[in-house]
């Protein structure tokens, strides 16, 4: 069975300071994975996808990049962070159609 | 602009008795997903329609990619269906890039 894996669970960082959150997924070779983000109070959008190692394709302009340095890791980074990348950050993987998410990471920009 | 309208944005419901969950879209949408947030924020699979309906147990789905629409239908509701729901429909435009709606925040009332 294939799972997903999100770390940190939770954050708490400083404006203009540095940020890597972690997904893995185990079990599923080859995974389409995504960023998604959520607002405290807002809608949950896509920001990022990568159909295959290496390849990462931007949906939102957030600040933010993304990277897949290996076929079951994606990360989402950034050098400076501001006050509205707080939320959750949520990770998905698909084998093609369905989407299923990771347990997510609260992060809060202070 | 938005893209996937969902309503109602809140539902109460006694015991035992059962409602609709409604989104409609702006555009065709090729598939649509339902989900639950669990207690952590993270989101729980129901369904992936790409036409038809789907039932499991209680709960049942219907998606018309021509009328721009799907609906869970949620019968003889319990306090533990309690929660919040939300679509996430992809066009076939932009395969991979769900659209959530805002939710519906539901209560199980005694």
């Known amino acids: 069975a294939q799972t997903i894996h999100q770390w940190p669970v939770a954050e708490i960082k400083a404006v203009g300071s540095p940020l890597s959150l972690g997904c893995t997924i185990k079990g599923k070779s080859s995974p389409n994975l995504y960023w998604y983000w959520q607002a405290t109070g807002g809608t949950l959008q896509q920001l990022f996808y990568s159909i295959t190692v290496g390849q990462v394709e931007s949906v939102v302009q957030l600040n933010l990049s993304a990277s897949r340095p290996k076929d079951d890791q994606f990360i989402l980074s950034t050098e400076k962070l501001l006050l509205s990348h707080s939320g959750f950050y949520l990770c998905?993987?698909?084998?093609?159609?369905?989407?299923?998410f990771g347990p997510g990471t609260r992060l809060t920009v202070l | 602009g938005d893209q996937v309208e969902q309503s109602p944005s809140a539902l109460s419901l006694h015991e035992g008795t059962g409602s609709a969950l409604r989104c409609n879209f702006t555009t065709t949408m090729r598939a649509v997903q339902w989900f639950r947030k669990n207690s952590r924020g993270s989101l729980i699979n129901l369904f992936y329609l790409a036409s038809g309906t789907k039932e499991n147990g209680r709960l049942k789905s219907a998606f018309d990619s021509k009328e721009r629409y799907s609906t869970l239908h949620i019968r003889d509701a319990q306090l533990e269906d309690s929660g919040t729901y939300f679509c996430?429909?992809?066009?076939?435009?932009?395969?991979?890039?769900?659209?959530f709606g805002a939710g519906t925040q539901l209560i199980v009332i005694p």
């Open positions: 998905a993987w698909s084998p093609g159609d369905e989407q299923y």
């Open positions: 996430a429909a992809e066009r076939g435009s932009a395969l991979g890039r769900l659209h």
